[in-house]
């Protein structure tokens, strides 16, 4: 299955552009043979444009994310929409499951090549180093775990990195391949290299980070988007600036990676 990781090149706060260059980078990913599409963390709206989360903020079957899956069923790709701000009231108004009646959250949503929605992850760790994300959104509770083009997928979002246990929980779950959407800044670029390769490691997964580029008025993303397989060897990655990814993944190097080496029957209940 081919892979592609799309680091947009994002402008904070310029949803209609944004909008337009992940639609092109979902185009440009189909025409090189992708199966499986995936966008950064709050690519419409930029991760540090705080002040225009509620202006940017929509249901998860609203207008930004309905394009995207016609675009995934015009092309016939897979599409991890990266994430959006959702309008959580907007979402349970259309019949969504929701973790609150009210407020917005940082959510991902999974679409098949039929352009069918898969699964929703809203984000569960928000991040308060010195950020407004804890105190402007809620967190998630679902953390789904989906079948599709021979790999049982999860996904998590940037900060969720820094929690192992989660990812265990994902692999307890079956999951096979875990994809992070993430807006990831300077200067912590030892964190960024070193977290996703230890969770595909523990876990025996493949793990695909994928993050913006640009700048922000107090931060710059650092980009570097990556494809681990279970051993923590990285396929494909980037440097910072925009750049589309692709990365060829099993499904059969999991199961023979696991059998190869299998700590994870080695584990223990503390």
Known sequence: MKLALTQLGVEHGD?????????AAVADAAGRGADLVALPELWNVGYFAFDAYSRAAESVTGPTLSELSVAAADHGVALLAGSIIEDLA???????????????????VLF????????????HHLFGYESAETRLLTPGEALPVVDMLGFSVGVTTCYDLRFPEQFRSLMDAGA?????PSAWPYPRVEHWE????????????YVATINGAGSAPDAELLGRSTVYDPWGTTLASTADEPALVTAEVDPDRVRRVREEFPALRDRRDY
């Not at 949803?15 to 639609?23: K, T």
């Not at 070193?194 to 876990?203: G, I, K, Q, S």
């Open 112 to 123: 098949d090549a039929d352009g069918e929605r898969r699964a929703i992850y809203r984000k």
């Open 194 to 205: 070193t977290l996703p390769r230890a969770r595909a490691v523990e876990n025996l997964a």
């Open 15 to 23: 949803v209609g552009g944004n909008r337009d260059r992940a639609l």
């Open 90 to 108: 907007a979402s349970a108004e259309a019949g969504v499951d929701v973790p609150a009646r009210e407020g917005l959250a940082n959510t991902a």
């Open 176 to 180: 096979t391949l875990v994809l992070v």
